[in-house]
């Protein structure tokens, strides 16, 4: 071990000699509860806006040119339904739009399009040959000067293990899905209900405001678009709410606890009767510059009256994060790490980054979202907890960026707002689940990496999975039995597979934050 890589275990182990010290004198609540599996703790890591190809495209064969973080795979490491030499050169998207790589020096690019219809009209009912028409936005010459040349083909850019390094290495040391899909098409906000409950259907209430696009994010009263939710303070576009259930619902009605933890919901300026909480909390980017934190639409359960936090509420004291009390399940991510030094992680928690480290193109970038990955999930190895803990890294939606792969379509539709096979259509619609329309899916495929002393090492799992599948996993560990009412979590793909629960792994594997490369293993 290098000399740096003994500076920054000890460094770690001074951590967790910090964090032991408190926690170690505290039972775990969580470990009473029975399971069906020996994971007593699910962590969802929820990120922003990445295709399977654009981060794992290459795995596990990165380029390694000269001055860039060098990726080598493990010895006999898996390959993946990634991009082969046909698609890296004779491309269907056409003779200008083939696949490229891209640098870490171009971390930071612009958002591409990722809403409902032009995702369908990109994957031309499964030819995958109109990204660049269809989701390609052209990157400002000023702003991304190395991009701006592509124009809309900078739709078609991938990274590699040069720059998304700690992604590739917690892949190589535990497991991950190459057949993780949305379980529809659509932007954030339908990602992030997709994962709370699986029903982007039954919209309750709706309000516009200024920008007057309710009409692109709702139809058939089923959300499609990235409005705010009904029941928050600090929200900026239209909104709207949901009837029904969400995992949330499930986990209170059997008493397991629980939280959504996400960054900047602490408010700038709090709630007072007749002044709603503002949430203007900015955090910088590696780059320096600043973002606003919190994002109301990328907080799926404030959508419902069951389990908001409408007024931004902080809990009363440490005892009651994870359980029933003025926040309502819902917090600021500070609390995560305050009640895990206290040695009571709740059994079920969603974390959120700030937007500045959430991967979001134009808001974040991948070197951002790495810096956000690895601090969590080193410290996360680091608690008594982690013999019983499962991560699930994903994300909320593909932000448009080329994918080669159609999932399976499991729900079809007919809006005017679908457009997979043709003008208004998703096959028929006759098959869709509660006979809900605007749920076309599964929709495009995503990263999944999972975290775990259960993980299976240098696994890839090819099993068909969607959003709700993590939800299922949730369901099936604690027997909350299903959310019903047309969830997609009643036909959830198992992502057991990953798992290997007759052995629980020792080893710890820490990474640099900056490089992603590995610094230190522990057995």
């Not at 171009?106 to 009209?121: I, K, V």
């Not at 379980?183 to 954030?188: A, E, I, K, L």
């Amino acid at each position: 071990m290098s000399k740096r890589s003994q500076y920054l275990a000890a460094l770690f182990a001074a951590s967790l000699c910090s964090v032991v010290s408190v926690s170690a004198t505290d039972a775990d609540p969580a470990k009473s509860v029975p399971t069906k599996t020996p994971i007593k703790h699910v962590v969802i890591i929820f990120q922003e806006n990445e295709s399977f190809d654009h981060y794992f495209g290459t795995y596990p064969k990165a380029a390694n040119p000269p001055h860039e973080t060098r990726f080598v795979p493990l010895p006999n490491s898996p390959a993946v339904n990634g991009l082969n030499t046909g698609l890296l050169t004779a491309n269907p998207n056409g003779s200008t739009a083939q696949p490229f790589r891209l640098d870490p020096s171009q971390n930071y690019t612009c958002d591409q399009t990722h809403y409902y219809t032009p995702e369908q009209q990109a994957f031309d009912a499964g030819l995958m040959d109109k990204f660049p028409q269809f989701t390609g936005v052209a990157c400002s010459a000023t702003t991304y000067p190395s991009l701006a040349p592509y124009g809309t083909s900078v739709v078609m850019g991938y990274y590699d293990g040069n720059t998304v390094t700690a992604l590739w290495n917690y892949a190589q040391y535990f497991a991950m899905s190459d057949n993780f899909h949305g379980s529809t098409f659509g932007p954030s906000a339908v990602g992030a209900i997709n994962l709370a409950s699986g029903m982007t259907g039954n919209v309750r209430y709706t309000a516009d405001d200024q920008y007057g696009d309710l009409a692109s994010d709702v139809v058939d009263n089923t959300m499609i678009g990235d409005p705010d939710p009904w029941y928050e303070d600090c929200y900026s576009y239209d909104r709207v709410s949901f009837r029904g259930k969400n995992v949330g619902d499930l986990l209170n009605a059997n008493g397991i606890s629980w939280g959504w933890f996400q960054g900047g919901f602490t408010p700038s300026s709090p709630y007072s009767p007749g002044h709603p909480a503002q949430c203007n909390t900015t955090t910088n980017r590696l780059d320096g510059t600043p973002e606003t934190a919190y994002a109301g639409y990328h907080n799926p359960f404030q959508f419902y009256e069951s389990t908001n936090n409408k007024h931004h509420i902080a809990p009363v004291d440490l005892a009651e994060v994870g359980h029933d009390g003025p926040a309502n399940h819902i917090y600021d991510l500070s609390y995560f790490w305050k009640e895990i030094a206290a040695g009571t992680l709740p059994a079920v928690t969603f974390l959120k980054a700030a937007r500045a480290q959430d991967g979001h193109p134009g808001n974040s970038s991948p070197l951002d979202e790495q810096v956000w990955l690895v601090n969590t999930i080193n410290q996360l190895q680091q608690l008594p907890q982690w013999s019983d803990t499962a991560v699930f890294i994903a994300w909320d939606d593909s932000d448009g960026w080329y994918d080669h792969v159609i999932g399976p379509i499991m729900n079809q539709s007919t809006t005017p707002k679908d457009a997979l096979t043709g003008p208004g259509a998703c096959g028929t619609g006759a098959d869709s689940l509660a006979g809900i329309q605007g749920r076309c899916g599964y929709g495009p495929r995503l990263p999944l990496v999972v975290v775990s002393a259960y993980a299976r090492q240098n696994f890839v799992d090819s099993g068909v999975l969607d959003q709700t599948s993590i939800i299922r996993f949730i369901e099936d560990n604690w027997g909350l039995g299903r959310i019903g009412e047309g969830s997609f979590d009643a036909i959830a793909g198992d992502p057991s597979p990953m798992f290997d629960f007759k052995h629980v792994r020792q080893d710890r594997v820490f990474l640099d934050p900056s490089t992603g490369k590995i610094v230190a293993s522990t057995q």
